[in-house]
């Protein structure tokens, strides 16, 4: 009876922990299913964790916390990026702040977002058309509400409430609107609105800011095309429609053509600084390729209230007027978001009452050298003398600011927006300031007073130094930066504060490799961009890096080149931006000596990467106004994007010539094992060092491992055992011819007479088989190999 008791009781908790797993296990399953479908039914939710994925893997929804924040929102982004691109938000204006938060299609068939209390803090209930039977998120990134009675009906749909982006294939209804985001790290809606024109027949796309004042027009639809939309004329890849049903009533549309549609993405996203920009998804990374307006100053309230916009010769920046300081010194000082503007360092003592009064007490600062839109002045012709025009603006508490000229007196009522510096304005202006925060000497104007010139001429002598001061070592720091940079500074690599250099790294805090004189970081820019950041050291080694980069990549451009995007140069600071390369150097993948294949770069992969490097430095020897000699080349120096694309790097040590020269002296300098046997002898050095290097460098890229011997390689190509020299891990796939041209490149490169070695334009169609590469051409060289003791 005893044992009976126990197996009974046994079998019982046994039973009990298999159901307990198997709850277990469904409810797993269950949040699986959530995350792998594209559809959400009635009553079903999503938390943290847990996302909805369009069927053809493009788009993701689920909940997302931007960079150095704790608020949670509900959100679409690209799933197969890496670097987390959002399109849209739900909650934009109402995050989660205490998470878990959870997102439902409740069973009365409505969205709503709740926290962690239950609290719903969005709902589709506002703007949906009808109760919804499930939801689903489409290739295109457009999350729809389909209806109960027609499972086919839009009740809802994201792309009719959209917040910065504009993807393709979604209608652009007149009366809908873009807002930006006001930071990168905060969805909620910033000043700057993107909209068809309201006006009745207007069929154009206005860039405004919050007060409905545009800045930007698209043009006329000219049938195929709006005249200076984003999407260049000129661009072939676009197809775009206007699809009109009345004049308050249309549309417009675009998609890419279906062959590049194939090969990459694009999106149109409404940014916060107030330009309307277009990127295209080239090897994982997000590519500008479009923006306006081109100059950030003509974004009208850029710096908003009280801010003036300094146009640099990269780019622009924004100040505070005199008597002012940043609403948010913290989002000012990031150089990211200045819409905020400014406020008053003392407030304005008005006595006005409903827009007449004797005030007395405020005084104005004169100032010639800034520019300001006539769009909001008010003209104000019954004043014909200056004393009579102040008193006018002082009489108006709204009055912010005056000109006259001419005996025509102007009005500014409300927040001045739009100040731009010049080097001489088109007008004089007089800004309103408390009376402490203007110059004694200048308390009084016009009238019995006889003050008037020094309450003029002072202000404006101390706005006309500051501005002299600023001019001064601006072109102070332009002069500073040719001097060691030379004249041919590229104009169009962008200059990086520091503070921007820290933001994008956030302080410095992902290391992607140090070198003798640098360390390198991982960066996002305020457009999700990836990049790597190179921070020198303060020495003079670095300083001659630094210079070397610019003058040698600044403005040059190949694919199989690293792009260099901007810099730094901020008191002893010197900084380069690049590109970002997601699977790092081909040295890692030499070095790697794993036996695992899905670890080991295969065949195909490393005939590419050898001859993509040899076709950037074809432009480099070659096809550039003056040539380079890059002086370094190595697998440390060969950096791989997403898609193993190679890309030379490091041109710290790059040497330029014109083309009326044919050598360069200098230092030895580089890495050995890769030194040609000329430069190590202290001749004069030509491209033909490269060719070398690069050499040495297939070698190694064919063989799979480092310090190859090279008397052993040379003997078994001799022998017509190139297959002999390939990684073993991959030589049973190897392509036989084309490790047999490789292979005998190598040594071609790598003969002590440089006149022997081929150029890398040959280099490049010996590899592609388009020119024959025998073993008979390097005979003697191979005799030398063989007879003498390790090179390395």
Known sequence: MDWSLKDHFAFNSLKRLILALAILILQCHCD???????TLSLGSSLRKNQTIISKNGTFELGFFCPNGTTNWYVGIWYAHISVKTI???????????????????????YLTVSDLQGKVIWSSNDTQQAKASRASILDTGNFVLLGVQNTSEIVWESFAYPTDHFLPKMKFWKGLKLNAWKSSVDPAPGPFFLQMNPSPGKKDFLLQYKNGVSYYSSGDWTGKYYSTMPQAVSDTSFEQELVEFSPTRLYYTYDLTPKVRSKTMVREILRSNGELTVYYLINNNWNLVYYTPVSDCAVYGLCGAYGVCFKQQNNQSCSCMEGFHPRDATAWSSQEWWSGGCVRRTPLNCTA??????????????????????????????ESTLQGCKTACLDDCSCMAFVFTNSNCKLWLGDLLGMQATSSGRQTFFIRLAASDVPRSSAKVGGKSRVVALSISIPLGVAVLGTLFALFVQQGRRRLLKKYMGEGMPSSLRRFSYKQIKIATNNFNHVLGTGVFSSVFKGTLPDNTLVAVKDLEDCLQAEKQFRAEISAIGNKQHTNLIRLRGFCAEGSRRILVYEYMQNGSLDSFLCNKSHRLDNVLDWQTRFKIALGTARGLVYLHEECRDCIIHCDIKPENILLDADFS???????????????????????RGTKGYLAPEWMTGLPITVKLDVYSFGMTLLEIISGRRNVDLRWAASQIQKGNT??????????????????????????????????????????????????????QIETSLQVLMNEQNIR
């Open 87 to 109: 399109v849209w938000v739900a909650n934009r204006e109402t995050p989660v702040t205490n998470m878990p938060g959870v997102v439902t299609l409740s069973t009365s068939g």
């Open 646 to 668: 190679p890309k030379v790097a490091d041109f710290g040590l790059a040497k330029l010539f014109g083309r009326d020269l044919s050598r360069v002296v200098t230092t030895i």
């Open 32 to 38: 699986l299913l959530v995350a792998a479908e594209d």
């Open 723 to 776: 297959i002999g020299v390939v990684d073993e891990r991959i030589a049973d796939k190897a392509d036989v011819e084309e490790v047999r041209r490789a292979a005998v490149v190598s040594i071609l490169c790598i003969q002590e007479d440089e006149n022997g070695r081929p150029s890398m334009a040959q280099v490049v169609v010996m590899l592609q088989g388009k020119l024959e590469a025998s073993v008979e």
């Open 353 to 382: 009452i409903n827009g007449s009064g004797s005030n007395t007490t405020d005084g104005f600062l004169q100032i010639s050298n800034y520019d300001l839109s006539d769009k909001e002045a008010v003209q104000y012709t019954q």
